[in-house]
């Protein structure tokens, strides 16, 4: 009986809200509303909530905004990969739109502690950014930002008017485009006239890779640091041009949740954060709680999530004067949904979100002078800081002119000076090598790139432990006191026109070029130069030109007379495969070269890769997504994507290289098994890895923790004892067989790898088929718990066996995390085009 009426009050709610999805279920009753500006529905074609809505009339209804309001300015920031436009409203009083661009420059001088000082902060306006739906199937925040917009330029009174006077908005109603349409898609092609509540339901079960994620599959919310993906570079010139006071995050979380704001756990906050930052995210936080007790909501705050990782959107802000603030909403996944909770509807989810939004807005209002000073004061504080500091600047060095260029192109997003070394510092030469001075104005976010710590106050994380981006590139780096700092050690200013140029030296050549391997580059130049079809080898020993300079093993051979091309033909060939590049080519006039002849046995032929890659339910969306961006975006090399679903009836024969991600792979080990012995290569990540060993093809051996033998332990601690054991992301030293086809181009015989696994894979009692190894005490920067740390020392992180007439290389780590590590993206490159000629022998 009790459990019949628990049943008939929980239906009844959910059809009473989804009788009230009109603007009157969110919106404040004590406020009135200009009947000139329209509503979403007028626009869009039917209430908020009722559908998800698609990016197209989210777009539609912004702009048809923007248009009715006197106190809107909206820009288009950029385009997505799939070509969807990112948007930005300014909202606030018309008389301030009116010198919108005064506002923003003297609101951006309070991060410059030579101006700062003489503004009135009184007479200034607060900066809020409003951001929402960076996972594009957390939609309520997307959802609610059309309310959020209405709001501010619909409501009528005093009261408004006084804090469109007093605040800025900055409205991003989108984060992440294309997540956000591909699940609206999906929910509502599910969607039932009658709402079917069950979570059964294929309507709260996406396919495979689900809306989380943008056009790569990348999740957006860990690049912001990192800024490798181009939604993100589109938002954060708008971040970095306002320098808003408060950022916010809005997300979703799991059904049976509630909803939570920051701040988070306090013992994961990061260190370089200043306290203040969260005494102040704890006092934005009354207000959230203040208003959602008026609707009725549940909710929690300082547990569940941390601010460590910079990368976040709720995290980044932390580190540059501002307040980040992480909401997480109970998520319906669809129309309404079961939970433990009730019928958790989308409506409701959407209003928890906008009240979300009007207390944030509440807040900056009412602690504007507070967050303002706060501001400045962090800025004036960290120049004191970074004047008396012992760190006054950063050389960064590589042989790799690309990858430096690249990381100093990611410095320079950030609004971070990097100057050319104007004079060789040590083992630093001033032709390759950047200097970074700390005493600016982001020195704080540079202390953070750098930064490395082992110890931490809490062994748990929510992501990585570790986000060093000099070890990230694997550069040569090292910090200058102000013994050693000096002036004159900065050269020219770095610009984004400094790109590495390609040449040729020597000219056109009738016998052979030689290209370098070492630049970032090169497979992109390579594989341009297969595809015209020309053919190559690669050297697996030294040779010395004839102009008396050293090429390393590694480097690509591209003969002359034995191609089908004529002279002319190559040398177009060629200099069109290096354009823009960075790559050096060099035209050899004789093959009577020192160490070895360019006719050598040891000349290894190469063929051009044909890749396919296996991707659906069970592959890890994000691994795979990292591939297909790498060779994509960067070295424009095409790669099929075979669904398992369709690996049965796939034609492998295309292909000599096969790539699986990490995941769980089932049913296709005698597919697989035939078509390496034909002589493929494989490249196995993490958890293929394991599998292909479960399933005997190849030998390898995991080693684990030994459970406790002991029998007790507090319940109360098993969350916190498992979550030890896990290693979120932390870098590690490798060391490499530099003579290996898998190590070609890099010339540091030890390395920074990340991992994010406890898979430790044991050495091939084959001593040739381990070319890159842990060392003994391997840890770098991050969280390990000392169990794990210890079975890691000595394992192997890459390991290559024999099958049949193939290979398969297998992978511990993740060497493409999340783009941004360049330094071991060269491992993943050099087996694709190098795995064929590994030596049998080297892989029993």
């Known amino acids: 009986m009790k459990f019949t009426l628990l049943l008939s009050l929980i239906t009844l709610n959910f059809h009473l809200c989804f009788a009230q999805t009109s603007l009157n279920y969110y919106l404040p009753d004590s406020v009135t509303y200009n009947a000139e500006i329209p509503t979403p529905a007028s626009v869009i074609g039917h209430e908020v909530g009722e559908w998800h809505v698609t990016h197209d009339k989210l777009v ?260 540059q004067g501002a307040v980040g603030i992480l909401f997480e909403q109970a998520s319906s996944r669809g129309h309404a949904q079961e939970s433990v909770n009730g019928v958790l509807t989308f409506p409701f989810t959407i209003k928890n979100q906008f009240t979300a939004s009007l207390s944030t807005y509440q807040a900056t209002y009412e602690m504007r002078e507070e967050l303002l000073n706060f501001q400045r004061e962090f800025y004036q504080n960290a120049a004191k800081e970074a004047s008396n500091a012992s760190q006054q600047a950063w050389i960064i060095s590589d042989k790799d002119a690309s990858k430096l260029y690249q990381f100093a192109k990611m410095l320079k997003r950030h609004e971070i000076e990097v100057y050319q070394l104007a004079q060789n510092y040590n083992q630093y030469k001033a032709g390759n090598s950047y200097i970074i001075p700390t005493n600016q104005y982001q020195n704080q976010l540079i202390k953070a790139i750098f930064d490395v710590r082992t110890s931490f106050a809490d062994s748990l994380f929510y992501d990585v432990s570790a986000f060093n981006m000099g070890m990230s590139f694997n550069l040569d780096y090292e910090s200058l006191d102000k013994k050693a700092f000096a002036q004159n050690l900065l050269g020219k200013k770095f610009t984004e026109e400094d790109k590495p140029e390609s040449e040729i030296l020597g000219g056109k050549s009738d016998y052979a070029y030689l290209m370098e391997w070492h630049d970032f580059y090169a497979p992109k130049a390579l594989f341009k130069i297969q595809k015209a079809g020309l053919q190559t080898r690669v050297t697996t020993e030294p040779i010395t030109m004839t102009n008396g300079e050293t090429m390393p093993v590694g480097s690509i051979l591209i003969p002359v007379k034995q191609q089908k091309q004529n002279a002319d033909q190559i040398q177009q060939i060629v200099k069109s495969a290096i354009e823009n590049t960075g790559v050096t080519m060099y035209a050899q006039k004789s093959g009577n070269t020192g160490g070895v002849n360019l006719g050598s046995p040891s000349m290894e032929p190469l063929e051009q890769p044909e890749i396919a890659m296996l991707i659906g339910e069970g592959i890890s969306p994000y691994d795979a997504g990292e591939i297909w961006h790498l060779m994509d975006q960067q070295y424009e090399i095409p790669v099929t994507k075979i669904d398992m679903n369709d690996f049965g009836r796939a034609d492998l024969s295309r292909y000599n290289v096969l790539i699986m991600p990490d995941g769980r792979y089932n049913s296709i080990n005698q597919k697989v098994q035939q078509w390496v012995q034909n002589g493929g290569t494989l490249i196995a990540y993490q958890g293929a890895a394991k599998w292909l060993a479960d399933q005997k093809l190849i030998k390898l051996q995991f080693e684990k923790i030994k459970s406790d033998t002991t029998g007790y332990k507090p319940y109360k601690d098993l969350r916190n004892n498992r979550g030890a054991q896990v290693i979120g992301g932390a870098i590690f030293e490798v060391e490499l067989d530099l003579s290996h086809p898998i190590t070609y181009g890099l010339t540091k015989a030890k390395m920074p790898i990340f991992r994010n696994t406890t898979l430790f894979m044991e050495k091939a009692k084959n001593e040739y088929a381990n070319p890159v190894r842990y060392t003994k005490s391997p840890l770098l920067n991050g969280y390990i718990s000392e169990e794990n740390l210890k079975l890691l020392s000595g394992t192997s992180a890459i390991t290559i066996n024999r099958m049949g007439r193939g290979k398969v290389i297998s992978f511990t780590d993740n060497t493409n995390f999340r783009a941004f590590w360049y330094g071991t993206n060269r491992l993943f490159v050099n087996a694709v085009f190098f795995g064929q000629t590994i030596s049998g022998s080297a892989a029993e």
């Open 60 to 319: 539609y209804y912004m702009q048809t905004l923007a248009k009715a309001s006197d106190r809107i300015e909206i820009i288009e920031t950029g385009k997505t990969y799939e070509n969807r436009p990112q948007l930005l409203l300014t909202i606030t009083h018309p008389d301030n739109l009116k010198s919108i661009e005064e506002i923003r420059i003297n609101h951006k001088k309070l991060t410059d502690p030579t101006q700062s000082g003489n503004m009135n902060v009184s007479k200034m306006p607060s900066v809020v950014m409003m951001g929402f739906s960076i996972h594009g199937n957390e939609p309520s925040g997307s959802n609610a930002s059309m309310l959020t917009a209405y709001y501010l330029a619909a409501a009528q009174g005093q009261d408004i008017e006084q804090k469109l006077k007093d605040v800025v908005v900055l409205l991003d109603p989108s984060f992440n485009p294309d997540g956000l349409n591909r699940f609206a898609t999906w929910a509502n092609m599910h969607k039932s006239e009658h709402l079917v509540t069950d979570p059964n339901d294929r309507e709260f079960n996406e396919v495979w890779p689900g809306g989380r994620t943008n056009h790569y599959w990348f999740d957006m919310n860990r690049d912001w640091l990192p800024a490798q993906l181009v939604e993100s570079q589109n938002r954060l010139k708008q971040f970095h041009a306002w320098k808003p006071n408060i950022l916010t995050d809005h997300h979703e979380m799991g059904t049976n949740s509630t909803f939570f704001f920051q701040p988070g756990i306090p013992e994961r906050t990061h260190p370089i954060t200043p306290q203040k930052n969260q005494e102040l995210t704890g006092k934005i936080g009354t207000y959230h709680a203040k208003f959602l007790d008026r609707i009725g909501s549940l909710y929690y705050s300082k547990e569940s999530f941390d601010d460590f990782y910079y990368g976040k959107g709720s995290t980044f802000p932390d580190v």
